[in-house]
């Protein structure tokens, strides 16, 4: 429906458009239309969206408009001052306020427009008339009300769905129609109460004598009272049922005879999840409670402070205390961790300290327990930890982020837009609350480092472990002159410190950041390898599932038993990842106990908590991993940490190598030894001369710092210039050269030398998309960025309504970690 008349709202859509649009309100919804409600809207010709109302009262615009459908919220689910960090965002990292929406909002609050299909009343008579694959599809529609078209593919098995349902349509036995999906389906949870009847003195008394001969069934009442107190309120039948210790069939038995009845109630599944606080008192060191004390100074003037602290040295702890005193003064707090399967340990001990006062937000939630922690933040609860999505939630009366692991890459986000880094965005969100912010690390990045020693952010230092423990012993290994008899790629040194380590019952950590078992299947005759058919990269074996897949878009292949291109059957593996690893350590330790944490060992929920508990437990002797042994890990017991193959990260073309080196070996350095003993680290190289292994040795952060700041300088790096990153896609090779080389030379036009390129990165083409970059580096002071911002933003809406290059894919990265 169309109309000029009545009063109009401005709509969010959570697409990829640069404007709001201008929707009618109904006289029927003019009274609960509101900033921060979701409406159903109609966008295009068939199209359904749940927008978000952003503006009411807005005058006739001066063309005909929609109407909103309905209203899908009795209050607003997003409040005015995330709509002004989203304005901010899509403004910093050139991108759209749809984008940023649907990024920011829950996945069941976004409903989807679903094409829905419903069989026809048709005769048993067309329906035998029809050839497969029609008859079998028919079959399936037609004893459902409905089913989408995704359930239906799934359902029918069919490759190429859509033809079909097409033909079925034509045929006029099915009609397609579109629907919106509300997703989020509240949790509700059956308790028990006594019949009404039964709950005075009298009534109470009544119900007792009816059971009197039933000694079970007494007990169930006299548990109830226990358990619910005077209020006689509806409790859960299980603490019920334990307390009188009966069966549930007793139970049943009372409801049947109208005793107790069932109440249904709707909960908050985070609300399950609650339990009591731990009351102790947080005993501080004399170190840590002058760090406490600085921190607390710096922030009278300044709001951002850097606690730079070693391995082991009791961050969390003086966290924690600061949480105490926001709690205290009535505020929130967001404690911000980079990735959630790397934070198993210290969120679990957050948990018991703080009890039902904090929630976890993470990836591994459920689109429904997204929603009740959604909820959770919105009604006040004052500790929200989680990933760096977190900062889309929406806080009340936020007083603290803590950003621990600020150097930590997975604080940047990649793909899809918006591409932000939280711990910048958590600057810019505190900004907007007046509230404090705590960056906390043992390997700060260079640019907060940075920032800290020129006074825009305070910098407290904590120098020594918790309680003086010893830092690990470092030592290099030459690969060059420590070498296996067998060619491996353990170091004899390394396999003799890890015997010794078993022997005196202590606990290995071997860090290899590859995962699967071989990087390359490879022909020993020809020197053909295994590709990838969409990526120009290699396939990785990976021996449990006997398959080889490409990391980057995921196509598995089969093993192949002769060479395709020369059609020699000597194919060998060559390289090592965890997979390889955990099996050759096996053979070498046959009586230790060796397990792998990587992405493919913890990928279902509990997974990742169950390896980390049997670590804990000494349950695992040797534990083989990636990225994801180096950080926010404590255990007791590890003697040895040994790192395969440190020069690997050293290789890769991005200015941040050297430091993202130092970095992840510091990190896993401080695995060992965190209790009670010194614990040690191999390193294996072979270029053991490198200045940055020499300061890993030392744990010498400040020498690391002064060398790499120099560098940074002298050629032009952050956090002396900022930087943008512009990817062209296309699936014609020359398409995406052309339109980079014309985006690239009408940058140049505008703003010279600023700009590099185009450029074809180390991996020239993924998921068939071939890709090519335009840099640009630009001073920090000034406008300069807005205007570089403009211009690609320009660039893009234009090449869209150029024929030959509509295409084209576009994306833009701000402040890229490469």
């Known amino acids: 429906m169309s109309s000029t008349k009545g009063m109009y709202a401005e709509i969010l859509l959570p697409l990829a458009l640069e404007s709001t649009y201008t929707y009618m309100i109904p006289a029927d919804l003019a009274e609960e239309a509101a900033f921060g409600k979701r409406v159903e809207v109609q966008f295009g010709s068939r199209k359904r969206y749940a927008g978000l109302i952003v503006k009411t009262g807005i005058p006739a615009p001066g063309y005909r408009t929609k109407e909103i459908i309905s209203m899908l919220d009795k209050k607003p689910v997003v409040l005015e001052s995330q709509l002004k960090l989203w304005t901010w965002m899509a403004k910093y990292y050139c991108c759209t306020l749809g984008e940023i929406m649907k990024a920011a909002l829950p996945g069941a609050l976004l409903l989807s427009s679903e094409t829905i299909i419903k069989a026809m009343p048709v005769s048993e008579d067309e329906v035998l008339q029809l050839d497969e694959p029609l008859y079998t599809l028919f079959r399936t ?17 069919l490759k190429s769905l859509y033809p079909h349902v097409v033909k079925l ?16 389906i509240p949790k509700r949870i059956k308790l028990i109460q006594l019949a009404a009847d039964y709950q005075s003195e009298s009534g109470l008394q009544s119900a007792l004598e009816l059971v009197s001969s039933y000694e079970n069934q007494t007990q169930i009442i006299l548990s109830y009272l226990i358990v619910s107190g005077e209020s006689m309120q509806p409790v859960d039948p299980k603490l019920v049922i334990s307390k009188a210790e009966v069966t549930m069939s007793t139970l049943k038995t009372l409801i049947k005879k109208q005793i107790f009845v069932e109440v249904v109630r709707e909960v908050n599944r985070m609300e399950l999840l609650k339990k009591e606080a731990d009351q102790s008192e947080i005993v501080l060191t004399p170190i840590q409670s002058k760090a406490l004390q600085d921190i607390n100074d710096q922030w009278k003037e300044k709001d951002v402070a850097l606690l730079h602290g070693v391995t082991g040295s009791g961050k969390t702890v003086i966290y924690t205390k600061l949480m105490q005193q926001v709690i205290e003064a009535g505020g929130q707090i967001l404690y911000l961790v980079p ?24 990836s591994r939630l459920s689109e429904n327990e997204r929603v009740d922690v959604w909820n959770q933040v919105s009604a006040g609860i004052p500790i929200v930890a989680g990933v760096r999505s977190s900062i889309f939630l929406p806080f009340q009366s936020l007083k603290l982020i803590v950003v621990d692991e600020e150097h930590d890459v997975s604080y940047k986000q990649q793909e899809p837009n918006p591409r932000y880094h939280a711990r910048d965005m958590a600057l810019v969100l505190a900004q907007m609350f007046e509230a404090k912010v705590i960056l906390g690390s043992a390997t700060p990045s260079v640019e907060s480092y940075y920032h800290a020693t020129k006074g825009k952010y305070g910098l407290v230092e904590l120098n020594e472990r918790y309680l003086g423990l010893e830092l690990p012993q470092v030592n290099l290994i030459d690969r060059n002159k420590d070498k296996s008899s067998s060619g491996a790629m353990y170091s004899h040194s390394l396999i003799e410190e890890i015997k010794t380590t078993l022997a005196n019952n202590k606990q290995v950590i071997i860090y290899k950041n590859r995962r699967g078992y071989a990087p390359i299947l490879k022909c020993s005759v020809c020197n053909w390898f295994a590709e990838c058919n969409q990526c120009d990269v290699a396939m990785t074996y990976h021996k449990g599932r006997n398959v080889l897949i490409c990391h980057l878009c995921g196509t598995t292949k089969a093993i192949i038993p002769t060479c395709p291109a020369c059609g020699s059957p000597h194919l060998k593996f060559e390289g090592y990842g965890t997979e390889k690893i955990e099996d050759e350590l096996s053979e070498i330790f046959p009586s230790a106990h060796i397990k792998r944490m990587d992405l493919d060992s913890t990928r279902g929920k509990r997974n990742l908590e169950n390896l980390i508990h049997n670590f804990e437990q000494r349950n695992i002797d040797i534990l083989v991993g990636t990225q994801m042994v180096t950080k926010g890990l404590d255990f007791d017991h590890v003697g040895l940490v040994g790192v395969i193959y440190a020069d690997q990260a050293l290789h890769y073309p991005d200015f941040r190598a050297t430091e993202r080196t130092f970095q992840t070996l510091v990190q896993v350095s401080g695995r060992a030894g965190r209790k009670n003993e010194q614990g040690k680290v191999l390193i294996q190289t072979f270029q053991p001369d490198h200045p940055v292994f020499k300061d890993v040795m030392t744990g010498d952060y400040t020498r690391f710092y002064e060398r790499e700041i120099k560098e940074r300088e002298l050629f032009r790096y952050p956090p002396f210039v900022r930087q943008i990153a512009i990817t062209v896609r296309h699936k014609q090779a020359d398409m995406s050269r052309d339109a980079a080389q014309i985006l690239a030379i009408e940058l140049k036009n505008l703003f010279g030398q600023r700009i590099m390129g185009p450029s074809v990165p180390s991996v020239a083409r993924v998921r068939n998309y071939y890709i090519h970059q335009v840099f640009i580096k630009m001073e920090r002071s000034g406008n300069i960025i807005y205007d570089i911002k403009r211009a690609i933003k320009e660039f893009q809406a234009g090449i869209v309504k150029k024929k030959s290059l509509s295409t084209i894919r576009i994306s833009v990265d701000v402040d890229p970690n490469q």
């Open 141 to 157: 529609i037609e004893p459902r009300t409905s089913i989408t078209l995704g359930d239906l593919e799934k359902a029918s098995g």
């Open 169 to 184: 349509y034509q045929l006029g036995m099915i009609l397609v129609v579109e629907e919106l999906e509300e997703k989020y």
């Open 339 to 362: 990735e959630i399967g790397m934070s198993v340990q210290l969120l679990q001990r957050l948990k018991v300290k703080f009890g039902s006062s904090i929630t976890i937000s993470h």
